[in-house]
């Protein structure tokens, strides 16, 4: 910030030169400990318990799993396994594409409760109000193997959740 400071002056002839020019910190041989913020597993079910679905199942999955927003999207029924996922399609801003890098191209291990919890949106409903009535959604319209598991609510199969890209609405 001081450096910016004083190029400008400099450079508006207030000062002849920077005074600090090819001046250079030492470098910090200590390394830094950053306290990074946590949620515990009781805070995190506490969290979970607040987003609606199948929101809420996106968040647990993408915790469990480490994936990304684009990766979890577009995944269909034949990508979950018993005890794994693959990935092997993006969704980003409309586009279906490769993943985006050859290590994300891949089938990981997950835990089993993380597999259960995608089932379980085959027997989920949600309510949404439209007007003054309110308009019961199945969570998953289709499973078979191309249907996605994260489905859009109205028109279902091969259209992610338009919100499915945005943050997660707390319910």
């Not at 004083?6 to 400990?33: F, H, K």
């Not at 994936?67 to 979950?80: H, Q």
Request: proline share 5%; hydrophobic share 40%.
């Amino acid at each position: 910030m001081l450096a910016s400071i004083l190029n400008s002056a400099a450079t508006y002839r207030l000062l002849v030169r920077n005074p600090i020019e090819g001046v250079r910190l030492p470098v910090d041989r200590r390394g830094r400990r950053r306290n990074k913020p946590y949620l515990s597993p009781e805070q995190f079910e506490k969290l979970i318990s607040k987003i609606v679905e199948p929101y809420a199942t996106m968040v647990f999955v993408a915790i469990f799993t480490g994936l990304r927003i684009s990766e979890l999207a577009p995944l269909c029924w034949e990508d979950i396994h018993p005890d794994s996922i693959t990935i092997d399609e993006r969704f980003f801003r409309g586009d279906w594409a490769a993943p985006k890098s050859d290590a994300s191209n891949a089938t990981i291990a997950v835990n089993r409760s993380v597999i259960e919890r995608i089932h379980r949106l085959k027997v989920l409903a949600v309510s949404v109000r439209a007007g003054l009535a309110t308009r019961k959604y199945k969570l998953v319209k289709s499973d078979r193997a191309e249907d996605l598991v994260f489905q859009n609510l109205r028109s279902g199969i091969r259209c992610p959740s338009r919100d499915a890209s945005m943050r997660c609405v707390l319910g």
